[in-house]
DNA sequence: TTTGCTTTTACGGGTTCCCGTAAAAATGCC
DNA sequence: GGCATTTTTACGGGAACCCGTAAAAGCAAA
């Protein structure tokens, strides 16, 4: 099993969880943090000291809180991570996934694991870490299930623009003059009521409400 | 300290941190389980062999799998619990806040502390064990501020009904007939944009897709 | 019952949004 | 380059929505 695993996980008492799992593992004392810099800190320092970590768990989003942090959130600390040391192996254990972001960390090669906090969470987090010691990629299968439902319709960063405007309360009337700056294409309104019409279609939707609201609760936006 | 306390968590790793919080405080041999049927059952047969539980921790939301449960949620929970068991204390530990339904309880009496699964949770959770054991009510701190965030708007039964209609995708020109059929007072279309208008208004939106989405975010819906 | 106040409803004009059609531009292929 | 196909844009009529005003209904106290 691994020797050195580091956690990062802004919740004290998933963190504890995490720990507990690990121990459960084989691994000794797995060294545990709150706040993305303090991980790349430690995985640095143990680099410098010729022990570095094997595997880093963490968690995608952290709250903020009054301490300011360089890496906002999970996502970035792998990027880093995996800059300076690349063989180190990551699994990523998150509440609400965001497929389209994991997805691309896993085709970039900078991911072992993706592990959705839910009923057996804990479960699937031993088969991610065991997997990864075996150096086979893990996806919890409720991940899966999820990709599936979704499976209709993949956004693209046209509609991602579109739907972040709408959030933000822009009318649809003024969204070409917005795109137009932004230099996005196509930026008419036509386009923009096409491709709306199109993402409301696939999801059986009525309103842009409904589509606003949806893309919300998949933490798209 | 109690001795004898119900974990209702569906989550297991968050169900073990919680067995190794109350372990922490010394009750010996907490009972968890993953469903709030099964959490009643535990109950009821508890009184029938008059030992019965002094504590019940639960979370909010129970995620549905394929296993058909009675009581969907923690609130329910609580409520039948607190039917059949009126001086049992109780505790909900939960993901995201419900404020309104959960003032609801405080209010009625059927709730003696509330956590927030946060950075501090665990900690959190331990003092609302201590105060529930010395008679106090207790909130964790995190609350207090999002109270304050959403200060502004106490949400209206109509305001929820409306914003699930448009939620389903029903065009405000439909809504009057809907809430007519359902003898939900006012209904008609100049209250209902009245009301959404000034809702919009509190929180600084111009359209009702930010305010859905809001909602949605906040899970009144 | 009357009076005064609040809440609810009705209505109308102006704007935005929805939706279909058709022209223009871009793209791909030979 | 020339042609076919796809994508993007432009435009116009009709529906829904926004917003202000004013009438009607509900309600409390005298």
Chains 1, 2 share one sequence.
Not at 85 to 104: H, L
Not at 115 to 131: D, F, M, T
Not at 182 to 202: A, F, G, Q, Y
Request: aromatic share 8%; proline share 3%; net charge neutral.
């Amino acid at each position: 099993m691994f020797k050195k695993v580091l956690i990062a996980e802004d919740h004290d008492t998933e963190n504890i969880a995490v720990q507990i799992t690990l121990r459960d593992l084989g691994v000794e004392s797995p060294k545990y943090v709150y706040y993305c810099d303090h991980a790349l800190n430690w995985i640095k320092n143990a680099i410098r000291d010729g022990e570095p970590y094997d595997l880093l768990i963490t968690d995608i989003e952290f709250e903020a809180d009054g301490n300011v942090q360089a890496i906002p959130d999970g996502l970035a600390l792998i990027k880093v991570v995996k800059e300076i040391q690349p063989e180190i192996k990551t699994i990523v254990f998150t509440g609400k996934d965001r497929s389209t972001t994991i997805n691309a960390l896993f085709k970039a090669g900078l991911l072992d694991g993706h592990v959705v906090k839910a009923r057996r969470g804990g479960q699937y987090l031993r088969e991610a870490i065991q997997a990864a010691y075996q150096n086979r990629i893990y996806q919890s299968p409720d991940i899966q299930k999820i990709a599936q439902e979704r499976n209709s319709h993949e956004f693209t960063q046209f509609d991602m623009h579109i739907i972040r405007l709408l959030y933000e309360g822009i009318s649809q009337k003024e969204m070409p003059e917005y795109l137009r700056q932004r230099e996005i294409r196509p930026s008419s309104l036509s386009s923009i009521e096409k491709r709306l019409n199109l993402m409301k279609d696939v999801f059986g939707f009525t309103k842009n409400e409904q589509l606003v609201a949806h893309c919300k609760e998949l933490k798209l936006i």
